[in-house]
């Protein structure tokens, strides 16, 4: 199975603010990337694709990039409703694996 | 527009069986694989495993290999997860989603919440 790591797992930060999340993976995925938001009670939504391709309708401050087993997902300037935890996921091979998640909270 | 209705929330002894449901709308059932992806309360994602409707190739997670099965029916664009004996440890919120191209999961179910008492 390909291993996903995250960093950090959680962080503070304030509207505004610049936010980066990283994730690795054990072995190289090509970009079969994908990032997704998750709010409390809701079902997580898709935001990046492909690495670094948005999904309709998702707003132009997220951002992704990375190729092989290093990736980031960028909040240009973090806004209220991002508030949220973040998680990657490969779907370049069997078991399709998720990372631990990225907690986003207030400062 | 596309979306998936999951079936409403279950509450269970150990050892029952259980079938929860996904039904589909919006595109083409058959051409898209749709995922199932758990996820224990307050913890991560857990991928679980996948069935392409267009001729029911399923592909588990060694995780849940032999622990559920995952099947869908054509006829009414609706895919299955079931158990035969839950356990306590199956308590959580199971998701359905939709793969895309790339097989990311462009389009999520509500969820169902599965209780199961010991």
């Known amino acids: 199975d390909i291993q996903m790591t995250q960093s950090p797992s959680s962080l503070s930060a304030s509207v505004g603010d610049r936010v980066t999340i990283t994730c690795r993976t054990s072995q190289s995925i090509s970009d079969y990337l994908n990032w997704y938001q998750q709010k409390p009670g809701k079902a997580p939504r898709l935001l990046i694709y492909?690495?670094?391709s948005l999904q309709s309708g998702v707003p132009s401050r997220f951002s992704g990039s990375g190729s092989g087993t290093d990736f980031t997902l960028t909040i240009s300037s973090l806004q209220p409703e991002d508030f949220a935890t973040y998680y990657c996921h490969q779907s370049y091979s069997t078991p399709q694996t998720f990372g631990p998640g990225t907690k986003v909270d207030f400062k | 527009e596309v979306q998936l209705v999951q079936s409403g929330a279950e509450v269970k002894n150990s050892g029952e069986s259980l079938r929860i449901s996904c039904k589909t709308s919006g595109y083409t059932f058959t051409n898209y694989w749709i995922n199932w992806v758990r996820q224990v309360p307050g913890k991560g994602l857990e991928w679980m495993g996948i069935?392409?409707?267009?001729?029911?190739?399923?592909r588990y997670s060694p995780s849940f290999q032999g622990q559920v099965t995952i099947s869908a029916d054509k006829s009414i664009n609706t895919a299955y997860l079931q158990w035969s004996r839950l356990k306590a440890s199956d308590t959580a919120m199971y998701y359905c989603?939709?793969?895309?191209?790339?097989?990311?999961?462009?389009?999520w179910g509500q969820g169902t919440l599965v209780t199961v008492s010991s």
């Open positions: 069935i392409y409707p267009g001729d029911s190739d399923t």
């Open positions: 492909s690495a670094s």
């Open positions: 989603a939709k793969g895309g191209g790339l097989l990311q999961l462009s389009d």
